[in-house]
């Protein structure tokens, strides 16, 4: 989900949900940062190559709750794929450049995977 297809009141709700956790530091080198001078950045990137890997996460979870279920790459399965990649779990405070960068934890891997898992958990786990 890009910016422009967030309201600026949801980017607002989870910057301050981040701001908070972090408790106003660095989560990577533990500089004190205002809220005007901390960026989120991204564990698992938000791009392509991740929403669909993302919205292959989702289609899985929701298939073994539900063994009819295997649409894979419906609006649906884009939309929470879109969630899971901008949730506060997937979202670190960081100061601006070489920080933001080492956020991520990349995009392949079995830890991309779990982080991945346990964010869809966290959202879809009392349904189905």
Do not use: F
């Amino acid at each position: 989900m890009s910016k422009s297809e967030r309201t600026s009141d949801e980017i607002e709700q989870t910057r301050r949900i981040v701001w908070a956790r972090a408790r106003g530091r660095c989560q990577i080198c533990g500089s004190p940062l205002t809220w005007g001078e901390g960026e989120m950045a991204h564990m698992v990137a938000n791009n392509r190559v991740n929403l669909v890997k993302a919205s292959k996460a989702v289609c899985k979870y929701l298939a073994a709750k539900d063994h009819s279920y295997h649409w894979y790459g419906d609006s649906q399965n884009i939309r929470l794929a879109r969630k899971v990649l901008n949730h506060p779990r997937n979202l670190r405070w960081t100061c601006p450049g070489k920080c933001n960068d080492s956020a991520m934890i990349g995009m392949k891997g079995e830890v991309a995977d779990l982080h991945i898992a346990a964010i869809i958990e966290e959202m879809l786990g009392g349904q189905g």
